[in-house]
Structures are given as C-alpha cells and as structure tokens.
C-alpha cells in the first residue's frame, strides 16, 4: 500500500503472533456467545454490550441509563476492568446489581467469562443487563459475548481520528455515541466530523450526540434501542 509517506509495512494475515486472533479461540468464542445468548432469551433478558477506550464515558452513560430505565426495568450490570472495581461500586450506588469481572491482562471480555458472570445472577429476577467491556476499541469487536445490541461510545477528548482508526468496532455496533460534545471546542474537534465518520463506517447505526455528564443524548440512545 502506497501512501503520501510513502510504503507502508503491512501486517499479512496470521503473521502478528497474538493468540486472541487464533482462529480456534475465536470460534470457541462464538460459541460460547450463542450459549449465552440461549439463556439470556430463555429468561427474557436483554442484555447491550457498551465498548469505548478508557475514559471515553462508558460508566456514565450506563449510569445515565440506569437512572431514566430502573422504574422500567429489572436492571443488573457486568462490569469488565483489568484490576479495578471503581467503576461497579458507582454503579452499585444506583441500587443495581453490579457484578465486576477482572480480566487480569487481558484487554476484552470474552463470552466465557460473562457465562461464568451470568451465573452470579439470577436472570429471573432481571429484564436488561447492561455489560461495559474492557476500555479498549480493538479486540472487542472480534469477541462477542452474547448480547443483543452493542454500544460504541467515543469521545471528542480523544481526538479527531477514533472512529476511522478503529473502523471494526464501529461497523457492528447498532448505536454510536460521540460523548463529551460540550469540549468540541476546547479541543479543536469537529463533533459533526466524527458523525460522518461513523456513517460512512456503519450507515445502519444510530449516531448520537451527548453529553453524558449532563445526561444530553441519553434519552436517544434509549429511543434507538426501543427501550
Ligand atoms: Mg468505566
Ligand atoms: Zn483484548
């Protein structure tokens, strides 16, 4: 590939060693995912995977969620982090069912380890779980674990360059968030910029605009997912 910089050095397929695109795994994955999402049904449970680096706003939005659908809704969180559990304890605040996943090294979550977080719930006792994966935009698009819809949040503080450079996690989603659109200005980016950007990769998702520090946006999201 020849670019204004000249020859580009190109990975061929297979040829990165990374044992997470070993084709055996992702399969088993899958696999898995289709289990998962078996019993979710079976027990009437929606369940929405929220993606997005960290600190792109992903416990927020959940938290703004939670805050306009618990009078709706049975609600209980999977939260996925390396180590930490800062983020289920805000959540558990809001009275809901959090349970944290630790991934150790690892940069995703997998549809093993929300099996194993399934069964710490009692799925008769909810109607929506909302999953927040690891803060990352790469690896989780080749894992997914199940759920029913999936959430892609990206933020202007990130820069004006996160939707084209992360083209896979985007074309799977069913809703993308441009979060934080009270900095645009402050950081020099476009909002509208990253909209077309997430339309030319994804034209069947919903894009929104928001803020969800203030909670502008959230209420479209809801809407885009029909709940
Ligand atoms: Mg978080
Ligand atoms: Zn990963």
Known sequence: MR??????????????YDIELDESILKANRRLAEENRRLLDKHNV??????????????TLIEGMIRRLKGK?????????????????????HGVEAIPVNTGKE?????????????RLNLEGIDLLLIENVGNLICPAEFPLGSHNRI?????TEGPY??????????????????????AEAMG????????????INPKAKVVLACCRSGLGIGEVIEALGL
Request: aromatic share 2%; charged share 25%.
């Open 46 to 59: 929606r369940a929405i995977d929220i993606m997005g680096a960290t600190g792109s706003g992903k416990t």
């Open 73 to 93: 809704y049975r609600i209980a969180v999977i939260k996925g982090d390396l180590t930490t559990t800062i983020d289920a304890e805000a959540i558990s605040r």
């Open 107 to 119: 940069c995703h979550l997998d549809a093993n380890l929300i099996q194993k977080a399934l069964k």
């Open 162 to 183: 996160m939707i084209v450079k992360h083209p896979y996690i985007f074309m799977d989603a069913d809703v993308i968030v441009i979060n934080k659109v009270d900095l």
């Open 3 to 16: 670019s204004k910089v000249g020859e580009v050095v190109t990975a061929e397929e297979g040829e990165i």
């Open 152 to 156: 892609v949040i990206v933020s202007v």
């Open 189 to 200: 980016v476009n909002p509208r910029r990253l909209m077309e950007d997430a339309r030319m």
